[in-house]
């Protein structure tokens, strides 16, 4: 009931003949809503104002209170242009003015990089420009710390960076210092590696908006996941009309490889106790 499925061992399950799928394409917008969401949060030192504000601490105002950095007209950086990805880009070219950067491993269709007002750069290029990064790529052992000291001492001063996609991504430890000594601006984390567990270091800074993996928390949107999950599990496992083809399946070559996956399962070759 996700979209990411790196949690999954997918080869393992084809040689059992076990098919898995996952649920795509349904929360695309809401989770792109809420990328959005905690981007602005970050920039905006929404967190940091509020536990102040709740702690008492708001005696009287301040010309430079809690003055953060614009997200209209700024530039957004997007590690990962698939559909959540272009969702965020059009959310920031089509409703702030922002000019977006995006690296890719392949490039976009033009028609669609005008669409979304988006520049193909490197991912240097995307780091060294951007007022605000968002990440959403899968996570696999390639991408495994896509940003880290490396990458996170190339990025600007005032720079925002936001993980909705997975833990792993983004090297936590050093995210934490980078955040503590102030070499970026803030950060919007929504995934940790190793959750539920986090690093303490993001827990002590106040420039981090943390939320616990609720990129796709809406109560449509979670019914149209759980929907689609069923209809998964119907069309492998259903008999008669209902047996049919999984719409999101990953491995449908165990359809094809003639054997149904519930005949193939090991307890159904047992012999009668």
């Given at each position: 009931m996700a979209v990411g499925y790196n949690n999954i061992d997918v080869?393992?399950?084809?040689?059992r003949g076990v098919l898995a799928s996952n649920a795509p394409g349904v929360l695309t917008e809401t989770t792109a809503d809420f990328g959005f969401a905690l981007m602005m949060a970050a920039a905006r030192r929404v967190g940091e104002s509020e536990r102040f504000?709740?702690?008492?601490?708001?005696?009287?105002?301040?010309?430079?209170?809690?003055?953060?950095?614009?997200?209209?007209?700024?530039?957004?950086?997007?590690?990962?242009?698939?559909?959540?990805?272009q969702a965020i880009a059009r959310r920031g070219a089509l409703g702030f003015s922002m000019s977006v950067v995006y690296p890719n491993r392949s490039r976009l269709d033009p028609a669609v990089e005008a669409e979304l007002g988006a520049r193909y750069v490197s991912k240097e290029a995307l780091l060294r420009e951007s007022d605000h990064?968002?990440?959403?790529?899968?996570?696999?052992?390639?991408?495994?710390?896509?940003?880290?000291?490396t990458e996170l001492s190339m990025m600007k001063a005032t720079a925002t960076l936001t993980n909705l996609a997975r833990g792993g991504l983004v090297d936590d430890k050093a995210l934490a210092e980078a955040?503590?000594?102030?070499?970026?601006?803030?950060?919007?984390?929504d995934v940790f590696e190793g959750e539920p567990t986090v690093?303490?270091?993001?827990?002590?800074?106040?420039?981090?908006?943390?939320?616990?993996?609720?990129?796709?928390?809406?109560?449509?949107?979670?019914?149209?996941m759980a929907n689609l999950a069923v209809d998964n599990l119907i069309a492998?496992?259903?008999?008669?009309?209902?047996?049919?083809?999984?719409?999101?399946?990953l491995n449908p070559e165990v359809l094809s490889a003639g054997r149904h996956p519930d005949e193939a399962h090991p307890c159904k070759r047992r012999p009668p106790l």
């Open positions: 080869r393992a399950c084809t040689a504000l709740r702690r008492g601490e708001w005696k009287r105002w301040a010309v430079d209170m809690f003055a953060g950095s614009d997200v209209h007209g700024a530039t957004l950086g997007i590690l990962g242009m698939g559909r959540i990805g990064i968002v990440i959403v790529v899968p996570y696999s052992a390639a991408s495994h710390h896509l940003i880290g000291a955040l503590r000594d102030k070499r970026i601006g803030a950060a919007g984390l690093h303490p270091g993001l827990l002590d800074v106040p420039n981090a908006v943390l939320t616990p993996h609720i990129g796709s928390a809406s109560l449509p949107t979670r019914r149209a492998t496992l259903g008999s008669g009309p209902a047996r049919g083809t999984p719409p999101t399946a």
